[in-house]
């Protein structure tokens, strides 16, 4: 996968950077040709003899070398990377990249990069704590670097905390991954330039009290598969996103709204649809919510039984199907009898132009499993059964109905 990829590792001043030699190691033998960029503190940990040895490459770290004053150039370096890993980048480095302190090689090289820059943090816990680096952090990410995050320890205090660089396997690993999403990125039909959609994913809260909800166990997994896959075929991309499961990443690039409630969804929806070609209700929105949320904790006292009462939720489907007009609208059916006749009756009920059913009666489909199994059926008449495969493909094939609908 990473076969003649060209890949510049920085390496910073922190002790970690003995395990930088491993991820060079990993990362020469899967293939990738690498050039070691490392800061004169890197220096103090680990020898440029070693890197040199193993990238095969002269070390670079000065503006000038020493012996023939030979000038190394940042833009050229940062042109022919493919990929800048930072590994460890410590607390240090992090600040002088997001604020663009150009004082070395590693951060030139960095300004310079036309690729991606991922970067593997490094540093005693209390350091990853603190406000101002996790300040810096997030203006990388803003910026588009990858954040392998730190693993896990023990702070002075013994509580828990993060710090310790990733294991280089595991760096290794995601700069592997970068590499798919890119070919596939690159293979993929771009049957969705110029579209807009919008899609709503996983459950909804709704506030009993000030701790306690009611909601339901989607993961949000299917909506954020098909946003992924929808991004990677060129549409612009917003996922309204109740509280789905945090380890669920988008793709750089892809708008994201983070609601809680049926009624904050619905707004978000109605807004984002007016500027959309397309919406998908792919969200297990919660159906009834309470008539009060009481505004301090309910006490247990000495009731045996209490009484909730709910309302009904808005129905968002049907109220973007009021106001489609020429848009289309999508929305997911989760059945456990009499599937077809229901998800049919929905179709038409909320005025969509295609329904995704799950039969839950089908092992592996529906709610949190990692697979699905689906019959679309289209406003027109015709319906089509899948087998069951990863939520992944299941995109792939939805996308692949919606990008008819859109061609209609
Ligand atoms: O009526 P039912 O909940 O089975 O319909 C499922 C479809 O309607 C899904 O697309 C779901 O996102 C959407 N829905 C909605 N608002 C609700 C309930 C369901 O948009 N209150």
Redesign the pocket.
């Known amino acids: 996968m990473m076969k003649g990829k060209h890949i510049v590792l920085g390496i910073s001043g922190g002790i970690a950077a003995y395990k930088a030699a491993m991820l060079l190691r990993l990362l020469i033998k899967k293939g990738a040709e690498v050039q070691v960029v490392i800061t004169p503190n890197g220096k103090e940990f680990i020898t440029p003899a070693t890197l040199a040895a193993l990238s095969g490459k002269p070390v670079v770290s000065e503006f000038f070398a020493a012996n023939t004053g030979e000038w190394h150039s940042h833009v050229d370096l940062g042109l022919w990377a493919d990929l800048m890993i930072i590994a460890p980048a410590t607390a240090s480095t992090i600040g002088k990249m997001a604020n663009g302190i150009a004082d070395n090689m590693l951060i030139t090289t960095y300004l310079s990069a036309k690729e991606q820059v991922m970067v593997a943090p490094a540093m005693d816990l209390d350091m990853w704590a603190h406000p101002s680096t996790q300040r810096n952090v997030e203006t990388l990410r803003r910026d588009g670097v990858i954040i392998v995050e730190p693993q896990a320890g023990f702070l002075a205090s013994g509580l828990t905390g993060k710090g310790r660089m990733e294991e280089p396997e595991a760096i290794a690993e995601a700069a592997e991954e970068y590499f798919r999403n890119l070919e596939e990125t690159s293979s993929k039909k771009m049957d969705m330039i110029g579209k807009r959609i919008v899609i709503?994913a996983g459950p909804t809260y709704e506030s009993i009290d000030p701790v306690r909800f009611i909601g339901n166990y989607s993961s949000g997994k299917m909506g954020f598969a098909l946003a992924n896959e929808c991004k990677q075929r060129g549409a612009e991309v917003t996922v309204v996103a109740g509280p789905v499961d945090k380890n669920l990443t988008l793709i750089d690039g892809i708008k994201r709204i983070d609601v809680i409630s049926?009624h904050e969804m619905l707004s978000a929806m109605e807004n984002e649809f007016d500027e959309s070609d397309v919406a998908v209700?792919?969200?297990?929105?919660a159906?009834y919510r309470p008539v009060e949320v009481a505004e301090s904790k309910i006490k247990r006292e000495n009731r045996d039984e209490i009484t909730l009462r709910l309302v009904k939720?808005?129905?968002?489907?049907?109220a973007l199907g009021k106001r489609k007009e020429n848009r289309k609208l999508i929305?997911?059916?989760?059945e456990t009898d009499h599937e077809f006749e229901n998800a049919l009756s929905?179709m038409q009920r909320?005025n969509l132009d295609m329904i995704v059913l799950n039969s839950l009666r089908d092992k592996g489909a529906g709610m949190m499993t990692d697979t699905n199994k689906i019959t679309i059926f289209t406003s027109d008449g015709t319906d089509r059964t899948f087998p069951l495969k990863s939520k992944k493909d299941v995109a792939a094939d939805i996308a692949d109905a919606i990008s008819g609908l859109l061609g209609r």
């Not at 929305?331 to 989760?334: E, N, P, S, T, V």
Request: aromatic share 4%; glycine share 4%.
């Open positions: 709503s049926a209700m792919a969200a297990a929105v159906d939720n808005p129905d968002i489907a049907a929305g997911f059916a989760l929905k909320k």
